[in-house]
């Protein structure tokens, strides 16, 4: 496979999957069709798992892996609640909800570089560990603010009156300009281009210069600030804060990365991909719902999606190689 062919395989595969899982479904009686609301809820859906993925892409384009984002979300919208809860503004409540996130990133990125633990390692014990502390500063139990002071209006499906203007939600147009931002981050900025020439040959990066440890240690907190944002955006969603919530929403991260064309052993990925690969998570989401299916088949037909997207992986590589 040559350089030209593999580049339009990573192009048209997360495409060619989502039209894929939506034929399937089409094809699934009964037959529901996609109305203007649920295309709107879908697009609410794919909104936390696609700023989350955000982080976790360029994480994967360096040659790392983060299993703590689900926790780190929770933490995140735990931290939020409380502050409105106190009756803090809102800029302070999102701000402090950013931090917590980029705390939780450079923390990971700490472990690994620092310590040298293996990023599969160090996130797996960080998994835990934030969840832990979730519970521990929300006594065990949802934190309900009184007031949301507008910041439930980001991820409504269907816009309020004084934002009709915005189609659907703001949250999704959000989502759209970070994408925009980070594929320029990717493409056009030296720390971009240093995250994929580390994931594709640290050793090599290493000779030509590259700081290794603060590059890797930037990644994970720039992840951990979409992180953060997640979390903002979750107690959005559910208005309230409540540790025990995004339990497995790691795997749904992951999926839609490598579904969108990202190697686990690093060096490649799209932004382009990773929205699609959200945006078939959450319409993957949606239709099981539709149709009644229980959790456990969504979760085993994620499984064998990010088993399925590495195997694909792993032949292009070889017929590269």
Same mark, same amino acid.
């Given at each position: 496979?040559?350089?030209?062919?593999?580049?339009?395989?990573?192009?048209?595969?997360?495409?060619?999957?989502?039209?894929?899982?939506?034929?399937?479904?089409?094809?699934?009686?009964?037959?529901?069709?996609?109305?203007?609301?649920?295309?709107?809820?879908?697009?609410?859906?794919?909104?936390?798992?696609?700023?989350?993925?955000? /982080?976790?892409?360029?994480?994967?384009?360096?040659?790392?892996?983060?299993?703590?984002?689900?926790? !780190?979300?929770?933490?995140?919208?735990?931290?939020?609640?409380?502050?409105?809860?106190?009756?803090?503004?809102?800029?302070?409540?999102?701000?402090?909800?950013?931090?917590?996130?980029?705390?939780?990133?450079?923390?990971?990125?700490?472990?690994?570089?620092?310590?040298?633990?293996?990023?599969?390692?160090?996130?797996?014990?960080? %998994?835990?560990?934030?969840?832990?502390?979730?519970?521990?500063?929300?006594?065990?139990?949802?934190?309900?603010?009184?007031?949301?002071? !507008?910041?439930?209006?980001?991820?409504?499906?269907?816009?309020?009156?004084?934002?009709?203007?915005?189609?659907?939600?703001?949250?999704?147009?959000?989502?759209?300009?970070?994408?925009?931002?980070?594929?320029?981050?990717?493409?056009?900025?030296?720390?971009?281009?240093?995250?994929?020439?580390? /994931?594709?040959?640290?050793?090599?990066?290493?000779?030509?210069?590259?700081?290794?440890?603060?590059?890797?240690?930037?990644?994970?907190?720039?992840?951990?600030?979409?992180?953060? %944002?997640?979390?903002?955006?979750?107690?959005?969603?559910?208005?309230?804060?409540?540790?025990?919530?995004?339990?497995?929403?790691?795997?749904?991260?992951?999926?839609?990365?490598?579904?969108? !064309?990202?190697?686990?052993?690093?060096?490649?990925?799209?932004?382009?991909?990773?929205?699609?690969?959200?945006?078939?998570?959450?319409?993957?989401?949606?239709?099981?719902?539709?149709?009644?299916?229980?959790?456990?088949?969504?979760?085993?037909?994620?499984?064998?999606?990010?088993?399925?997207?590495?195997?694909?992986?792993?032949?292009?590589?070889?017929?590269? /190689?």
């Amino acid at each position: 496979m040559t350089a030209n062919s593999s580049r339009v395989f990573r192009i048209l595969a997360p495409i060619t999957g989502l039209l894929f899982v939506i034929i399937l479904f089409a094809a699934i009686p009964p037959h529901h069709g996609v109305t203007i609301l649920q295309l709107r809820t879908i697009l609410v859906h794919a909104v936390i798992v696609a700023i989350a993925a955000l /982080g976790m892409t360029l994480i994967i384009a360096s040659g790392g892996i983060d299993l703590s984002i689900g926790s !780190g979300v929770a933490l995140a919208g735990v931290t939020a609640a409380l502050a409105l809860d106190n009756n803090w503004p809102l800029w302070a409540a999102i701000l402090l909800s950013l931090a917590t996130g980029t705390a939780c990133g450079l923390y990971n990125g700490l472990l690994i570089t620092a310590l040298r633990l293996p990023p599969f390692i160090a996130t797996l014990g960080t %998994l835990g560990f934030y969840r832990g502390v979730a519970k521990w500063i929300a006594g065990s139990s949802p934190i309900s603010p009184p007031d949301l002071h !507008g910041l439930n209006k980001f991820l409504q499906p269907q816009p309020p009156p004084d934002l009709e203007w915005s189609i659907v939600a703001p949250g999704v147009w959000l989502l759209l300009a970070l994408a925009i931002l980070v594929a320029w981050i990717m493409r056009s900025t030296v720390f971009g281009r240093n995250i994929l020439a580390i /994931g594709g040959n640290e050793t090599a990066a290493r000779y030509a210069g590259i700081s290794i440890r603060t590059v890797k240690t930037a990644t994970y907190a720039l992840s951990g600030l979409f992180v953060g %944002l997640a979390g903002a955006l979750q107690l959005s969603r559910l208005t309230q804060g409540d540790p025990t919530v995004a339990a497995g929403l790691e795997l749904d991260v992951i999926a839609a990365v490598v579904i969108g !064309g990202a190697s686990l052993s690093g060096g490649t990925a799209t932004i382009a991909g990773t929205l699609c690969g959200a945006l078939m998570m959450a319409y993957l989401n949606n239709r099981c719902s539709l149709l009644g299916w229980p959790t456990f088949v969504q979760q085993m037909i994620v499984g064998h999606i990010i088993i399925a997207a590495v195997a694909i992986d792993v032949w292009r590589r070889k017929r590269s /190689g």
